[in-house]
């Protein structure tokens, strides 16, 4: 939306003038002059919509968020997320100026989050101010913001998380969980696709206790954003079916209140509040420019701003007496009187609802229920065997039937990803024939929003899944990585992993998904070759707390092995083991992942009829197979063992460490085509006779 009205663009006359709004000033300018401060001691950042929107997010804490600083990790606390994290001074002047406690090691201290030489030193080397916000990194930071739009993706997740809690755990007279969610986003956001399809995705499920505030200051890094969007904003968001209101003026808090108190009674719509700013407000040459978006103003320009705030001029990081302490005595005092009900509430609770308390009790605290891991099938070799996908979707089934926050869904493809829990009704609001308390979820083709969906999702401490194919990974790559970033345990189920898609063709085949996958931090990717790989896969994923994992799942049948011949599936959780081994040192060593392995086998055995001693590796996870220590990755792969195949039907990129500069590698070296399955694999040489070919040439 446009602003058809006129907005000051500097400070007028008086504006610390005395009265009972006088305090609040003093905090509003204090937040603008840090902000402006710490973007210029560090020569880089966004300081103008920090300038701008300090009214708004001063307001939104001190006289309506439910949070206690004394205590960040308050289950029933209102969380708020930053989407626009490139004004990261804002929220750490929050931070900062709220008090809020530092939390180390799960546990809240009586140590600030962050002091005045924190923010003395932001994005500085080490610092605990970097550049965008960071989960785990800063107490107080509820997600970890940087790509535009992911912010408002994460906060759709934390609506649906809030929901889900308390349709679960709230019992009459025991209303644990009604909290909030606030979004501060801006125009960036509403130009990338995932903040539409979140919106949509919100609007659909009816959530309530989502509020985002959408910064209209119609600037970006080019200039204005009349040369890029030009769209009626707030008509999207009403045809999505949210409640649409308008703040004219971000400094109007009297107005912003109003509009606040409205978005909490709407209980059936998301809100989104339009509100008009003036980037870097009261900087007299540089406010309303887009000079003030990504640089900082200059000594001599924020010297004229903080004169026409009535600010000393000479003074960095100045913080007035009886800034803290009137936090202190609104956000902080509110806070924990609405935090301290709660613990009296929750402790009741135990007495009242013990088997509920103690679910809830693990979920806030990373636990695992006893004998999660009880009804994990044992899969009878079998020669057709099962697809992955259908092996993974058995025991999904089976752990989710023991861990009652383990929930998820697909992008519109829950029959092909096997992914649907079976008995469990479909998250969605009452309206929509469905409940909030329901664990599976229908994200819609959205797959983009669906990652950033969970991640939000996994904040809260549930165990959230999502599903797709491979191919469609490549949509999904931002929240992936941020998963990664903040050591969420989302999973992450890719079906379809190969050229053996078949007649979809090379639009649907993935050949690059793997190494992307592969070479993100923090993330443990697994492509299992058989059945009891896949269900080992899953012990060893949902024991994992600390990060993200992602299956690579077929679409055809794998053969099931007899795990009397050959070595037990247990071996996944070192990422790569000895299948199958000869009496004598082997000649030749064949190396595959996924619907490969049992080509390795076949070869395997054909060669050990001859007389030529060879071994077999399944090698489902090279990041947990890397994290092994030296002795055992050459107990598995032996230097001097030179004779070497690996086969994956997907880019050679990577292999080459396994294969050694001697070895073949059989893999993809373009996209594939449109045939059925087996077919292609003759054609682009995944063949019994190929790789028994390529093993007889290396074990000379």
């Known amino acids: 939306m446009r602003a058809s009205f006129p907005t000051p663009l500097h400070a007028p006359d008086g504006l610390n003038a005395g009265g009972a709004a006088n305090l609040d000033n003093l905090c509003i300018n204090t937040i603008r002059t840090l902000s402006m401060d710490g973007v210029q001691k560090a020569n880089s950042g966004h300081p103008g919509t920090a300038m701008a929107l300090a009214p708004v997010a001063y307001t939104l804490w001190q006289d309506v968020l439910n949070y206690d600083p004394a205590d960040p990790l308050w289950p029933n606390r209102d969380r708020f997320v930053l989407s626009i994290g490139h004004a990261s001074m804002l929220l750490y002047s929050l931070i900062f100026l709220a008090g809020v406690r530092q939390v180390k090691n799960g546990k809240v201290t009586q140590e600030p989050s962050l002091t005045l030489a924190d923010l003395e030193q932001f994005r500085q080397l080490d610092s605990k101010t970097p550049g965008h916000p960071e989960y785990g ?122 509009l606040l108190a409205q978005a909490k009674a709407e209980t059936e719509r998301p809100t989104l509040i339009v509100v008009h700013s003036v980037i870097a407000w009261g900087a007299p040459h540089k406010a309303g420019t887009a000079a003030a978006h990504g640089e900082p103003l200059g000594a001599e320009e924020i010297r004229e701003t903080k004169k026409a705030y009535g600010w000393p001029e000479d003074r960095s990081f100045y913080v007035p007496d009886g800034v803290q302490a009137h936090m202190q005595e609104g956000l902080g005092a509110r806070g924990a009187k609405a935090r301290t009900e709660w613990e009296k509430l929750f402790a009741a609770y135990h007495t009242a609802h013990p088997e509920l308390a103690a679910e809830l009790d693990a979920i806030l605290n990373g636990k695992l229920p006893s004998g999660w891991d009880a009804q994990i099938p044992v899969f009878d070799a079998n020669a057709k065997g099962l697809a992955s996908r259908a092996s993974s979707g058995e025991v999904l089934n089976a752990v989710a039937g023991r861990l009652p926050w383990l929930l998820g869904g697909s992008a519109d493809l829950a029959p092909s990803t096997k992914t649907l829990l079976k008995g469990e009704e479909s998250f969605q609001p009452p309206a929509w024939n469905g409940a909030f308390s329901g664990r599976n979820f229908h994200f819609g083709v959205r797959e983009h929003a669906m990652g950033a969906i969970v991640n939000g999702m996994a904040l809260y401490g549930l165990r959230p899944f999502c599903a797709g194919f491979l191919i469609f990974s490549d949509y999904m790559k931002a929240p992936i990585r941020l998963s990664a970033l903040m050591h969420l345990p989302v999973t992450y189920i890719f079906t379809h992993d190969s050229i053996g898609v078949g007649e979809d063709g090379p639009t649907h085949q993935p050949i690059e998904q793997l190494v992307q996958l592969r070479a993100t931090p923090g993330l443990i990717t697994f492509r299992p070759g058989d059945a009891n790989e896949v269900a080992e896969v899953w012990r060893y994923l949902i024991a994992k707390q600390d990060g993200p994992v992602a299956l690579a799942l077929s679409r055809q049948d794998l053969p099931t092995l007899d795990r009397n011949r050959f070595a037990s599936a247990a071996g996944v959780a070192q990422g790569g083991y000895v299948l199958a081994d000869s009496k004598e040192t082997p000649k030749v060593i064949l190396i595959a992942s996924g619907s ?58 990577g292999w080459d460490r396994y294969a050694g500069p001697t070895g073949e590698i059989i893999a993809m070296r373009g996209f594939g085509a449109s045939a059925p399955a087996g077919q292609l694999a003759k054609k682009f040489g995944f063949t019994p006779e190929a790789v028994l070919e390529a093993a007889r040439r290396q074990a000379r």
């Open 596 to 653: 490969e392995l049992s080509l390795a086998v076949s070869a395997y055995e054909a060669l050990e009829k001859d007389g030529i001693p060879a071994r077999v590796v399944s090698m489902p996870s090279w990041e947990l197979f890397e994290a092994q220590p030296q002795s055992y990755r050459d107990a598995v792969l032996p230097p001097a063992v030179t004779g070497r195949v690996t086969i994956e039907a997907a880019s050679p990129i």
């Open 137 to 258: 990194h800063t107490t107080g930071v509820e997600t970890t913001t940087g790509p535009l739009g992911q912010g408002c993706g994460n906060s759709v997740g934390m609506a649906i998380a809030e929901k889900w809690l308390a349709a679960h755990f709230n019992k009459p007279g025991f209303e644990l969980f009604n909290h909030d969610v606030y979004t501060l986003c801006g125009d960036g956001d509403m130009m990338e696709g995932i903040s539409s399809e979140a919106a949509s995705t919100a609007a659909h499920l009816k959530l309530g206790n989502l509020i985002w505030l959408y910064d209209s200051n119609r600037i970006s890094i080019e200039g204005s954003t009349d040369i890029a969007l030009t769209e009626n904003v707030a008509a999207r968001f009403t045809a999505y079916g949210w409640q649409v209101l308008e703040l004219k003026d971000a400094n109007d808090t009297a107005t912003l209140k109003t």
